[in-house]
């Protein structure tokens, strides 16, 4: 089976971590070909605006090995975001678009990473379709380009051939995404391992974990609670529980934190937990009736209303999907020995 052919543009100004990230994720993707060994699943191909080096934000300087004369039929076109892309400089952004909007038609995938959502949306090939760009700039792309829906929070989203995502990390989350549509889930989790990703978050989830999200919008006495609710998730996080911690009477407390995070205390509780759940899940360690409980669920009942009310989806489906190959082994194991198999004679 021949490599897919990636194609990421190149262009003055452009994000280090927004040019290099996806990359780093399909440089690792391989598979194994009998006695032959490894065998990389992607060509990457930078392409340039012309055959001249160009330099990254960090002062990294890139050399193309095609430009936009030259290049060869790709299977996905990569455009990375850049400061000069957001400033819409025509002498950056007309070429891209162009050349996207000529390779639309004979290429499987167009993908955006964070503010590279711009150069894509010039070429009008997003018209009445969904995409994710970096909070910070949802605003903005939703003004200049009005025929687009803007979610500002997904970390990526799909739309037909289009693949648009968040901050420059979330192009890994997106590049995963891809290699597990090309090679499968086993392919993907041994390059999330690789590069030591944390968790494979599926498209749609919101860019902040809720403990950052707390932290980072408040500066009150409130910001300590992430932490501490983080290491005692197991115990009681009612609203009288954590109004006593932060010194509040549980109506003050409410009210303050409603300002502060805009959904109440029971809400926001319950997706910390629900956070934690799927990282649990991922690993594989607990039993889906024991995770719900470990996190401070009341019942393994409530954990799945919960997290099915959440995410769409039930914990054990969600295992399935994002638990990591060694994970998934030792799934395997329990149930074999739960119902016999491996047992000595």
């Known amino acids: ?18 040019m290099t990230t996806a990359a780093a994720a399909f440089n690792c993707a391989e598979i194994q070909e009998g006695d032959r060994g490894p065998k990389q699943c992607y060509e990457i191909v930078i392409i340039g605006l012309s055959n001249k080096p160009f330099v990254a934000t960090s002062g990294i300087v890139f050399k193309p ?41 004979c290429t499987r995938r167009i993908v955006s990473v964070c503010s590279g959502i711009y150069g894509l949306a010039m070429t009008g090939l997003l018209a009445g379709r ?9 605003q903005d792309v939703a003004r200049r380009f009005p025929e687009l829906q803007v979610d500002d929070n997904a970390i990526f989203l799909k739309d037909g051939p289009f693949y648009t995502s968040a901050g420059a990390t979330a192009g890994i989350d997106l590049a995963l995404s891809l290699i597990e549509e090309d090679y499968g889930a086993r392919v993907a989790l041994a390059v999330a391992r690789e ?40 115990e009681d996080l009612s609203v009288e529980a954590l109004a006593a911690k932060a010194c509040l009477c549980p109506r003050h407390f409410t009210r303050r934190f409603k300002i502060e995070f805009g959904t109440t205390p029971v809400d926001f509780v319950e997706r910390l937990r629900l956070d934690e759940a799927r990282r649990r899940l991922s690993n594989g360690d607990n039993r889906v009736e024991n995770v719900g409980i470990s996190v401070g669920f009341r019942s393994a009942n409530a954990f799945r209303r919960a997290f099915e009310r959440r995410l769409g989806v039930n914990p054990s489906d969600y295992r399935r999907r994002f638990a990591t190959s060694s994970s998934l082994s030792a799934i395997v194991d329990r149930s074999r020995k739960s119902i016999g198999f491996g047992k000595a004679a």
């Open 130 to 138: 969904k995409v994710a760009t970096h909070w910070r700039y949802a």
């Open 1 to 18: 089976m021949a490599a897919l052919r990636i194609g990421f543009i190149g262009f003055d100004g452009v994000g280090t971590m927004e």
């Open 195 to 234: 590069l030591i990703v944390y968790l494979k978050r599926p498209g749609g989830q919101e860019q902040y974990s809720e403990p950052l999200q707390f932290q980072a919008q408040s500066i009150s006495r409130l910001s300590e609670l992430a932490t501490w609710m983080l290491s005692h998730m197991h």
């Open 65 to 105: 090995h095609k430009t936009f004369k030259n290049a060869p039929p790709l299977d996905t076109l990569i455009i990375p975001g850049g400061r000069k892309l957001t400033l819409l400089k025509p002498q950056i952004g007309k070429p891209i678009a162009a050349f996207v909007k000529a390779r639309a038609g």
